[in-house]
Structures are given as structure tokens and as C-alpha cells.
């Protein structure tokens, strides 16, 4: 059973940056197209950005230029670099691995983004 564990959420005010972790168990993540994505209460999960098993990566419009997601796989780790956060990027966030047969989820973290 693959599982994927992320870390590195919390409290920030305001124009400050986190960055999130998603370490996989085994050595399995170069299998997997990554992707991160945030759920806000009572809202749907969006995706926030992803990245392929070859390094090509893909943002949602609300976060182009503020947030980097990059992939080491000799640590079996994906990480998400959030800079310039705004209080509408509160939501929890979920990382997500994906191949042609299996769809695996996070428990998520929660991001908070407040004064």
C-alpha cells in the first residue's frame, strides 16, 4: 500500500511563504504524476499544480508566479514552495499521486494565511 504523508503547513501572515512536503513511502515516486491541490471550507478541491514523471509542470492561474512544485525522487519526496501567500490561499492541501492504475491521496495539511 503506497501512502503518501504531507508536512509543513501552518500559521503565516499575509506576503510570508511555507513550503509543503509530500514524502512517499518506498521508492516508488518516479512513478507517479504528482500534483498538490486545496480545499477550502465548503468549497470543491482544486488543483493547485502538478508535475510529471518527466519534470514538466502545470499551475492553476490563481497561484502562476507565487507558488513552485518540484519533485526529488531520490528522496521520494514532492514539495510545494508557497511564496506571497494571501488569506484566500487558507485551505487545507492534499498532495496526490496518480498513475495509469492508481490514484492516491494525502490526509492533508492545513495552511492558514492571516494577520
Known amino acids: 500500500q503506497v501512502q503518501f504523508v504531507e508536512s509543513g503547513g501552518g500559521l503565516v501572515q499575509p506576503g510570508g511563504s511555507l513550503r509543503l512536503s509530500c514524502a512517499a513511502s518506498g521508492s516508488i515516486l518516479s512513478l507517479f504524476v504528482m500534483g498538490w491541490y486545496r480545499q477550502a471550507p465548503g468549497k470543491q478541491r482544486d488543483l493547485v499544480a502538478a508535475v510529471s514523471v518527466g519534470g514538466n509542470t502545470n499551475y492553476a492561474d490563481f497561484v502562476k508566479g507565487r507558488f513552485t512544485i518540484s519533485r526529488d525522487n531520490a528522496k521520494n519526496t514532492v514539495y510545494l514552495q508557497m511564496n506571497s501567500l494571501k488569506p484566500e490561499d487558507t485551505a487545507v492541501y492534499y498532495c496526490?499521486?496518480?498513475?495509469?492504475?492508481?490514484?492516491?491521496w494525502g490526509q492533508g495539511t492545513q495552511v492558514t494565511v492571516s494577520s
Open positions: 496526490n499521486g496518480v498513475t495509469a492504475l492508481t490514484d492516491y
